[in-house]
């Protein structure tokens, strides 16, 4: 129900009301912001006129379906209180004794009207333009609840130049003075900012909004939606009623249907006085099971009838802050409007001063309203809100002081999809909010180290994800070590090949003037054998962590040991080709049998391979490389050969040299088989051929410590062929049969 309240001057007479009850209501109010504010009607509206005094307060009660309310009574007392410690102070106001008249206009714009024009007129039946008034000076008046009342009323007084005092919600959003002198409710468009950064603080994304279709309400449903989106958060609904039309029984069982099967556990709810003074509240709004509720409201939190199950200890409220005023008149002097551009500490030690717009640095309190079991009702102080304060100063919440419904077995979650943990990035789904995602985990080489993250973000080049994918860490490095099975294996092989290579050199040496080494020419044996020891023994250079002098030595320590064996090989052959042409009578390649032409064949095709690695090795040098794009979180340590041309030169000329040597034993094939070393020659170089051949295709085809490894392999696997097709019959004569070890059994066919 609202009221209309104008204050005059008038003089007052004896009073004789029980001072000491009424300064229980005292406590209640804060200064002149909450003496307008506080005020209640006491009955309805309605029939014939009685007039009563409660000692010189003339108080005019229409007397006609009376609804009897105590807690209006009792702000009806406290304002009474008010008035008459004004008017028993000698320093305030002095001389002077107000008095005021309080007129309901049962929520309605033409009984409002009415009420305004009685006033002007100063008698029960308004006469327009004359003033019947015989005593008293109207001073001000105090707007009604009702926006569409008091804008009405507004509008009418500034043509009369009364002052107006607006202690609701009617020009929340406004700034304009000159119909409402002073501001007393805040603007509550300064109380978004505390209501989002509540709903940050227990990461409440998901709303739902209920309010009336008021325009206030619906202007401050628009901010409000606004500043909840550039917070990141979404409204799943915003819930309309009428604020003047009764709501229907069906109506009503919508909205509660819809609250309830909304996936949002937190329900904002906008109400003005004239709201719950209403019948739109009342009784419809209750069965809020399993949700928490936060009220905003222009009225004091004991209005609202919340006492039903479906609020117990699952609201949160934001009001004004209330205290006790230890001396009241001294704050009502420093509120004079004559000083209301002063800065001045009150006797609570709190800061007043008007702002740019004229309005009251008004600070909100966040009430949580608990229920005991004996069915009393207690409001506990959670936090506060001071649109004023510095930034970071302004928001508090002690969330160990809220007490949650026993439902609640943690503090509630309202959002419409789970927060994504990091190692995922949130992709919103079609259609819907940006609230409503799916989590997607970050692509490969990306992390999110944060929960909600848009976007994930990429690892710096030398780092990768975890398995998680929320931190980068240090890639794994990746070469062919000593310490792993792999290399461990390969190092074995290589000096297990050295060791056999190492004791048929023995062998050799010991039987050395037995004539089946001495018709093997036994000097190019001798340079074979070291030259294949050294080939093993290359292979270790490319275990290991790769350095600038390993890079180096590899490719050519490689390429002119093989290229001495292969042009041992080579001499061999054509040593045994001659020494058969020479026999023949005739024959001119007697001048040149000897060990000088096998000599020079060696040293001539060693020294060209010779020439290609010095100019490799001066034109582009191999130098160990970090490559990190060819295997996913590795980084490979690997030689980069500096010049592929110039190392497939070198097994180019490896390969010439094998195919020399496998065409001329070949031809060389059908000489005397026990003497003749070409059937082994070629089956040795037909091995090597192929190795090498196969060994381009996998070479190229792997990466890292793996390419290390297929080099080895075809290192020991051509140069164990060698080993084997040539030099093991031989041991195995010498050895095991030593009666084929004469002079005639080589030389027979």
């Not at 419409?416 to 409503?436: D, F, H, I, M, N």
């Not at 292969?566 to 000897?594: E, I």
Request: glycine share 6%; with cysteine.
């Amino acid at each position: 129900m609202a009221v209309v309240i104008h204050v005059e001057m008038n003089n007052m007479g004896n009073r004789n009301y029980n001072r000491e009850e009424l300064k229980d209501q005292f406590q209640m109010l804060q200064g002149l912001v909450h003496i307008c504010n506080v005020v209640r009607p006491i009955a309805t509206i309605g029939g014939k006129r009685e007039v009563e005094k409660i000692s010189s307060v003339h108080i005019i009660v229409h007397k006609s379906q009376t609804i009897f309310r105590e807690l209006n009574y009792y702000n009806f007392l406290a304002f009474v209180f008010a008035v008459e410690e004004i008017n028993n102070s000698s320093e305030l106001l002095p001389n002077i004794t107000l008095g005021f008249d309080l007129y309901d206009s049962h929520n309605h714009a033409l009984i409002a009207l009415r009420v305004f024009m009685n006033i002007l007129s100063g008698m029960d039946t308004p006469i327009i333009n004359y003033n019947c008034k015989t005593s008293g000076t109207l001073a001000a008046i105090i707007e009604v609840v009702s926006a569409e009342e008091s804008k009405l009323i507004s509008n009418m007084l500034r043509i009369y130049n009364y002052p107006q005092i607006s202690y609701t919600s009617q020009n929340r959003f406004s700034s304009d003075t000159s119909s409402y002198l002073y501001q007393i409710m805040p603007r509550i468009l300064k109380i978004i900012s505390g209501i989002v950064k509540l709903l940050k603080n227990f990461n409440w994304t998901w709303i739902g909004i209920i309010t009336s279709d008021d325009d206030n309400s619906l202007t401050f449903v628009q901010f409000l939606k606004e500043t909840i989106g550039q917070s990141g958060a979404c409204i799943e609904f915003i819930e309309i009623f009428s604020q003047i039309n009764p709501l229907s029984n069906k109506k009503v069982a919508q909205i509660n249907e819809k609250i309830q099967k909304s996936s949002t556990n937190v329900i904002i709810g906008l109400f003005n006085r004239e709201d719950f003074w209403g019948n739109n509240l009342r009784g419809n709004f209750q069965m809020i099971f399993g949700k928490v509720c936060i009220i905003i409201s222009d009225m004091d939190y004991h209005v609202i009838d919340l006492v039903k199950p479906g609020y117990k200890n699952s609201t949160l409220l934001f009001s004004r802050v209330k205290q006790n005023i230890p001396s009241f008149l001294k704050f009502i002097r420093e509120l004079h409007h004559y000083l209301k551009n002063v800065h001045f500490k009150n006797v609570l030690g709190e800061d007043i001063f008007f702002d740019e717009n004229g309005d009251l640095p008004i600070e909100y309190s966040i009430t949580n309203l608990i229920f005991l079991p004996n069915g009393t009702e207690q409001h506990e102080i959670v936090g506060s809100y001071n649109p004023f304060a510095a930034p970071g100063e302004d928001f508090t919440i002690n969330e160990n002081m809220i007490v949650w419904d026993a439902a609640f077995t943690q503090v509630d979650v309202s959002v419409c999809s789970q927060s994504c943990a990091p190692g995922y990035r949130k992709l919103t789904k079609e259609g819907k909010p940006v609230c409503c995602y799916d989590c997607i985990p970050c692509p490969s080489g990306e992390i999110s180290n944060e929960t909600d993250m848009n976007n994930c973000m990429k690892c710096p080049e030398e780092q990768w994800p975890n398995e998680k994918r929320d931190v980068c860490v240090p890639k794994l490095i990746s070469f062919l070590s000593h310490e792993e099975p792999l290399g461990i294996i390969l190092t074995l092989i290589s000096i297990f090949f050295f060791l056999i290579t190492a004791v048929i050199l023995g062998i050799f040496i010991k039987y050395q003037d037995t004539p089946i080494v001495r018709s093997n020419n036994r000097n190019l044996s001798y340079i074979l054998l070291v030259s294949l020891m050294l080939c093993f023994l290359c292979s270790l250079i490319f275990i290991g962590h790769p350095e600038e002098v390993t890079c180096i030595l590899r490719q050519t320590v490689f390429g002119i040991t093989f290229s001495i064996s292969l042009s041992s090989v080579l001499a061999k052959t054509v040593t045994v080709v001659m020494a058969f042409q020479a026999t023949k009578p005739g024959s001119k390649l007697r001048k040149w049998m000897g060990s000088r032409v096998s000599y020079s064949i060696v040293f001539s095709c060693s020294l060209l391979q010779v020439i290609i690695c010095l100019v490799w090795l001066g034109t582009a040098t191999p130098f160990p490389h970090q490559n990190i794009q060819s295997e996913i979180g590795t980084i490979l340590i690997e030689c980069n050969e500096g010049s592929a041309i110039a190392f497939y030169c070198v097994l180019g000329y490896l390969g010439f040299l094998a195919g020399i040597s496998f065409i001329v034993a070949f031809l060389a094939r059908n000489l005397p088989g026990s003497f003749n070393e070409a059937k082994h020659i070629t089956f040795s170089m037909l091995m090597f051929c192929s190795v090498w051949v196969s060994f381009i295709p996998t070479y190229l085809s792997t990466r890292g410590k793996y390419m290390v490894a297929v080099e080895i392999f075809g290192i020991l696997v051509s140069s164990s062929g060698i080993l084997g097709c040539i030099f093991i019959p031989k041991c195995y004569i010498i050895l095991l049969r030593p009666d084929r070890n004469n002079r005639k059994y080589i030389i027979t066919k």
